[in-house]
């Protein structure tokens, strides 16, 4: 029932409402023609709806769907569920862990809950082991275990692609250390469960790197990388042996025998040339198998004797090869110049970070579309054109494609205007520069960078613009860009060039502003600013330089650094402030610089939380390692790769010390990769554990990526 006025004035007999609107005036407006006794109801009704809303709320909150927030721990009492560690983009809520209780416990014990418990909680992909299954035992008549044999078969192959990994089926024999302390596996009480903290992305319609007419590699900048499976779509007649059921790099061997499985449209891997596919009903008949068409070989390098590199191994003759191990294509007969080769495969990294194909919109300058958005290509052709076309206006100029751009021009911005340069959602063009793109802009003038990997040359803000007056471009903003750290290949008509610093900042006026970005060095003057959060600055190796002046020897720009990792060396007029910091560098041998990590002034800036390399000069530290106590050879960063490309890259190694990986003011790991918030998620795993093992089990956390 609802309690509004008119339904409770018209319950009223008629009488009374009569006499309640006499000496109402009848020109007045129908809604103000009420009496007295109306307005009285008026105010009964409206207390009357919220006792209504009420008693609606409490029916409500007998449900864990429906309930308000502040009920939630009360019926997770009720059901015995224990509160997790929350933090911030965590996977689940305290309401949906309310609500799975029930289900989980019904199914307590087995190894499928504690698979679903692991991914949940975490929101990596899981698989648990059963390691007491794959016990090498003494055979029991009554009871034989035929795949529990003291001996590896050498007749099968596909078990023995994944000796080593989880997926390993090979029986061992007994290992009586414990498992909860990750040093032995093989026991009867003990199970394993393995975690993917490595996510996988998109790379669609991408240009394929020429390396030259039959050689191709499936990254735009012609690394080598392993691509990663997507989810396998069943064949007829094909069925693994092992069933792969997380993201993780594709097996040489098993996409080989799986072929259907991997290549082709909605799949794993897919070559396109210009834009017609190569599949089955395109260039050939319908009828023809994909086998036909493509292959799966080792394409790695062959070398003479001296170590140079002088091919490709295992070069096809009548179908195109793919290498995913290495993220290679080879054609059978060269591919014309006017033909491009793109593809659709899937990579692996730690996070969103760098520009991709994933959501970046909540980053985009919305104030500047509603001055003028042109797109490129569509409304102007070339790079160069759309910023002929904001000069004086400004605006945003946006790259609607996965392409290569070549444009390689100064950039101006009119006093008070603001200019964008951003990848499309869901995009991540190549911007292959010649060299520096000199920026210079007016009083209050502002460059965006958003979602691009630049490759080549750099941005350069000169003091000067080409007038000779002051360069007062106001700020220059990098979000969710790369900068390629170290060498670049020849892109197109832009040559290979050398590694070199990608940001220079002469101009006093400027603000620099890095998120969410990996780059090579940044040089900054002294009376400019610059802010970094949650990036990677990569010199390319310890001793370079990261960040200093561009002479690459004075002290640069006052610094302030939160969530970033810092490989090379660091110096700064102040170190305003340093949180949450990896600063991974040394000094060479007869090193110009005193010291790895300097800081001018000491009486000002703050670091805290971080890791700061000894022989340091910087403000008295807070809660920073190595402490004065430490070993600085065992308290120092591990990391899985510190090379540009690989999935593993600047992820801090298993073997790193915890003082590093729990080392954050939150508990979380220093470095860029901060905001994964990965020690809170293996505690909030390790917590949930004991209660959906079996009496007598054991568990062990084990880290495949």
């Not at 023995?160 to 290992?175: E, G, M, N, S, V």
């Not at 199970?191 to 020429?210: E, K, V």
């Not at 790895?596 to 530290?621: D, H, K, N, T």
Request: proline residues 7%.
């Amino acid at each position: 029932m609802s309690f509004d006025i008119e339904h409770l004035y018209k319950l009223l007999p008629a009488v009374y409402r009569i006499r309640d609107l006499e000496g109402i005036a009848p020109s007045l407006p129908a809604e103000d023609q009420h009496g007295p006794l109306k307005d009285l109801l008026s105010v009964l009704a409206e207390q009357l709806g919220v006792l209504e809303e009420n008693l609606a709320q409490l029916y409500d909150d007998q449900f864990i769907e429906t309930c308000a927030e502040w009920v939630v721990p009360y019926i997770g009492e009720l059901v015995g569920t224990r509160g997790l560690a929350a933090f911030p983009g965590a996977t689940f809520s305290q309401r949906a862990e309310v609500a799975n209780t029930i289900m989980y416990r019904r199914r307590k014990g087995t190894a499928a809950i504690l698979q679903q418990l692991a991914h949940d909680i975490t929101g990596w992909d899981a698989l648990v082991v059963e390691y007491f299954q794959l016990l090498a035992t003494t055979q029991y008549m009554n009871h034989l275990r035929p795949q529990n044999q003291a001996v590896t078969s050498v007749r099968n192959w596909e078990p023995l692609q994944y000796i080593a990994t989880p997926f390993d089926k090979t029986p061992r024999t007994a290992d009586v250390r414990s498992i909860a302390r990750n040093r032995g596996k093989y026991n009867i009480p003990n199970i394993g469960i393995y975690l993917w903290r490595l996510q996988r992305f998109t790379a669609s319609h991408a240009p394929a790197y020429r390396l030259d007419d039959q050689r191709f590699y499936f990254h735009p900048l012609g690394l080598d990388i392993p691509l990663y499976n997507t989810t396998l779509q069943p064949v007829a007649g094909k069925t693994p042996g092992i069933a792969v059921t997380v993201n993780m790099p594709i097996n040489r061997r098993v996409a080989a025998a799986y072929l259907d499985m991997y290549y082709g449209e909605d799949k794993s891997i897919l070559v396109f040339q210009d834009d017609v596919p190569v599949l089955p009903g395109y260039n050939s008949s319908p009828a023809t198998p994909v086998s036909d068409l493509v292959s799966i070989c080792n394409l790695s390098d062959v070398t003479d004797q001296f170590g140079n590199v002088i091919g490709w191994g295992n070069m096809p003759a009548t179908k195109i090869a793919i290498d995913p191990q290495l993220g290679r294509i080879a054609f059978p007969a060269p591919v014309p110049a006017n033909v491009n080769i793109y593809t659709h495969h899937y990579y692996g990294f730690s996070r969103e970070m760098g520009g991709g194909e994933y959501g970046r919109t909540h980053t985009f300058n919305l104030d500047l579309e509603k001055v003028a958005i042109l797109k490129v290509p569509g409304d102007m052709p070339a790079i160069t054109d759309a910023l002929q076309a904001l000069a004086l206006t400004g605006g945003v100029i946006e790259l609607t494609d996965n392409e290569y751009y070549t444009d390689t021009t100064a950039i101006t911005i009119a006093a008070q205007k603001n200019i964008e340069i951003r990848a499309a959602d869901n995009r991540r063009p190549v911007w292959a520069l010649s060299g520096y793109i000199d920026i210079t802009g007016g009083a209050d003038t502002q460059l965006s960078v958003n979602g691009i990997v630049i490759s080549g040359g750099g941005l350069r803000v000169p003091a000067n613009g080409t007038s000779g007056a002051p360069n007062l471009l106001g700020a220059l903003q990098l979000q969710h860009c790369t900068l390629v750290p170290g060498h670049t290949p020849a892109i197109k008509n832009v040559p290979a060039q050398a590694a070199l610093p990608r940001v220079v900042v002469a101009a006093a006026a400027t603000a620099v502003t890095i998120g969410n970005c990996i780059c090579g060095p940044v040089l900054v003057t002294e009376d400019a600013a610059v802010q970094i959060t949650n990036s990677i600055i990569d010199a390319g190796s310890t001793s370079a330089v990261a960040y200093s002046a561009p002479d690459g020897n004075k002290p640069g720009a006052p610094l302030s650094a939160e969530n970033v990792t810092f490989v090379g060396k660091v110096s700064a007029m102040i170190l305003e402030m340093a949180s949450n910091t990896i600063f991974y560098a040394k000094l060479a041998d007869a090193d110009s610089w005193t010291a790895p990590l300097y800081a001018e002034r000491l009486q000002q800036g703050c670091v805290r939380f971080s890791y700061v390399p000894p022989g340091s000069r910087i403000p008295r530290p807070f809660n920073c390692v190595p402490a004065a106590t430490d070993d600085p050879v065992v308290v120092r960063p591990a990391f899985t790769s510190l090379i540009y490309g690989d999935a593993g890259y600047a992820q801090l190694s298993n073997s790193c010390t915890e003082r590093i990986r729990k080392g954050a003011d939150d508990g979380a790991e220093m470095g860029a990769f901060h905001h994964l918030y990965q020690p809170q998620r293996e505690a909030n795993l390790r917590l949930r554990l004991n209660e959906y093992l079996r009496f007598g089990l054991e568990a062990g956390i084990y880290y495949a990526s």
